[in-house]
């Protein structure tokens, strides 16, 4: 990640600070843009600017990181409603639709924002597409005793799909414990007629389109931060 793509991404993330009021239960995302909006809050919280914050985290390393930092991080048990979540994206399209999971949260993540009042996501400029799936192949989370079937019915809906490893050549696990294939489906025309196919198959755990779920998009350009309300 260049300097540039940070400092974009910081600027975003600060915007997105400006959101949060003392006493709300706040989502924290996963991902490079999230992690920076977390220590951003964090040093606010100890600088005492922000009071009573609850923190509740999409990915285990995310939680451990803020506790890490200082903030209050519970669970959805004790707190199964958001004020307001905060997180990144891979693309965004102008409808605000999104594709999560590049770094394979999305189960989490969506959970999550289904369970917010007000979901922000906060990204560079390049992170901007006409279509879905013109930069990025869409993650989908799979149980391993599935891969080969869900791969294959994948396949047959016209995506490339590839089975997400570590360096190391082993499948990356998710929090859940599950895999994550990379479904290249090219650009998306018609991103919901994609989530239904790809939803209520066994073994298909969920999927990377965030479809209505955004409130709002901060933007950081290299002329400025804009916001995109969901239109
Ligand atoms: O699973 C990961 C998430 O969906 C991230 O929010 C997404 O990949 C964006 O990450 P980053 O802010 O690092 O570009």
New binding site residues.
């Given amino acids: 990640m260049s300097e540039e793509q940070t400092r974009l ?1 910081q600027l975003a993330a600060d915007a997105a600070v400006d959101e949060v009021r003392s006493g709300m239960v706040v989502g924290l ?6 992690l920076l909006f977390v220590r951003s809050l964090a040093k606010k919280v100890a600088a005492g600017e922000l009071q009573g914050i609850t923190g509740v985290a999409c990915a285990l390393a995310m939680e451990t990181e803020a506790r890490s930092l200082g903030l209050n991080v519970s669970s959805l048990d004790q707190h199964p409603v958001m004020d307001l979540t905060v ?4 693309e965004v399209d102008p409808a605000l639709n999104l594709i ?7 189960l989490r ?1 969506k959970v999550v924002a289904q369970a917010s009042r007000r979901e922000i996501i906060i990204v560079d400029e390049s992170k901007l597409s006409e279509h879905l799936g013109d930069k990025w192949a869409l993650p989908v989370e799979v149980v391993p005793f599935a891969l080969r079937p869900v791969s294959e019915y994948v396949t047959s809906l016209g995506a490339e799909v590839k089975l997400r490893l570590l360096e190391d050549g082993k499948p990356l696990v998710t929090d859940q414990g599950n895999w994550i294939i990379d479904c290249n489906f090219g650009p998306m025309a018609d991103p919901g007629t994609v989530a239904r196919s790809l939803e209520g198959r066994a073994g298909l755990v969920e999927h990377g389109l965030f479809l209505g779920l955004a409130s709002e998009v901060i933007v950081a350009a290299s002329d400025g931060v804009r916001r995109i309300p969901r239109p």
Avoid: P
């Fill in positions: 991404k995302g996963y991902g490079s843009t999230a997180d990144g994206a891979d999560k999971g590049g770094g394979g949260a999305l993540e």
